[in-house]
């Protein structure tokens, strides 16, 4: 019968070589993804249409939508604030829903119809919500712009189909058009300006309940 030193050198000596065999597959494995002419590939081809355009793109599969729009695709309009879901500088529609483009990739969206502002309007041919900031000063820096009027046709388009807010009272009627939904709907576009009652201004001018 072995003693119970011996048992113990034994239960060590297995630990070590396990270790060992653990640290070296790792260095292998590290050298092998780092090896020039590997076959992994770090790019996607995807296509997806912005602002009515086709746009086909080879893209690094870590890169954000937002990234994407501007960085490769020279479209400025949506803005970078904090890159992290926090601010809403990086509205822009997917099939007419907003979301924060820094928080998906642009790998997610193949086939998919993307708005940005540039897509809503341009000079001289804007859209109701563009017209109504510029009316109701609904902007001071105009950083966080693009991303509130993106956020605003959104908000009119949820209220008109009935989907509910954390304010919406009650919920077996149709949601009404309030200063406290749109506030509410709204407050994920951060606007360090102060440009928020007149926002709701421009926003509630748009819905046809003010003039
Ligand atoms: S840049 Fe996307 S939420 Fe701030
Ligand atoms: S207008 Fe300057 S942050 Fe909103």
């Known amino acids: 019968m072995q003693s119970l030193i011996q048992l113990e050198i034994s239960r060590r000596d297995l630990l070590i070589s396990s270790a060992a065999t653990v640290a070296v597959s790792g260095v292998a494995a590290e050298a092998a993804a780092q090896s020039p002419g590997n076959a992994m590939t770090y790019t996607t081809k995807i296509s997806f249409t912005i602002n009515g355009e086709i746009r086909d793109l080879d893209v690094d599969n870590r890169v954000t939508l937002l990234d994407v729009l501007r960085e490769h695709l020279h479209l400025t309009g949506t803005k970078k604030g904090c890159d992290h879901g926090q601010c809403g500088a990086c509205t822009v529609l997917v099939a ?99 440009a928020y009652s007149n926002i709701v201004d421009a926003i509630t001018e748009v819905a046809g309940t003010k003039t």
Request: aromatic share 4%; glycine share 12%.
């Open 96 to 194: 007419g829903r907003r979301i924060n483009s820094c928080l998906t990739l642009a790998v997610m969206h193949e086939g998919e119809q993307i708005t940005t502002i540039e897509g809503l309007g341009e000079p001289g041919n804007l859209h109701p919500m563009q017209a109504a900031f510029v009316k109701h000063d609904g902007f001071q820096c105009g950083y966080c712009t693009p991303g509130q009027i993106c956020s605003s046709v959104a908000v009119l388009e949820e209220i008109k189909a009935d989907i509910p807010s954390h304010v919406t009272g009650d919920l077996t009627t149709q949601v009404q058009l309030t200063p406290g939904e749109i506030r509410e709907r709204m407050s994920g576009n951060i606007c360090r300006c102060g």
